[in-house]
């Protein structure tokens, strides 16, 4: 097995309460591995996850958003950015 596919072990600070939840999971490694995985899936593509846009991002995204206006979504509510000029896509099918 070479260095590359090795894995490695990763800890973290948890408060009283996360430990004390984490003890009824028969398998705490594959359980956090799966959360972690989840979380992953929904970072966002500007921040990474940081929860701020740098100056450069900020500048990138206000030019962007003057021609995306933001909309809430008639099925779900969720707000989401509106290409001008083009019809918006069925995201819920049917």
């Given at each position: ?83 001008t000029g083009q019809e918006e896509p069925n995201?819920?099918?049917?």
């Open positions: 097995m070479s260095d590359k596919s090795r894995a490695e072990v990763v800890t973290f600070k948890a408060d009283p309460s996360l430990v004390e939840a984490l003890k009824g999971v028969s398998n705490r490694s594959e359980f956090i591995r799966n959360a972690v995985l989840a979380a992953l899936e929904h970072v966002c593509p500007l921040c990474k996850g940081a929860g701020i846009l740098t100056p450069n991002q900020q500048r990138h995204w206000r030019a962007f958003a003057e021609q995306h206006p933001l909309a809430e979504c008639d099925d779900c509510a969720a707000l989401h950015p509106v290409c995201v819920h099918g049917g």
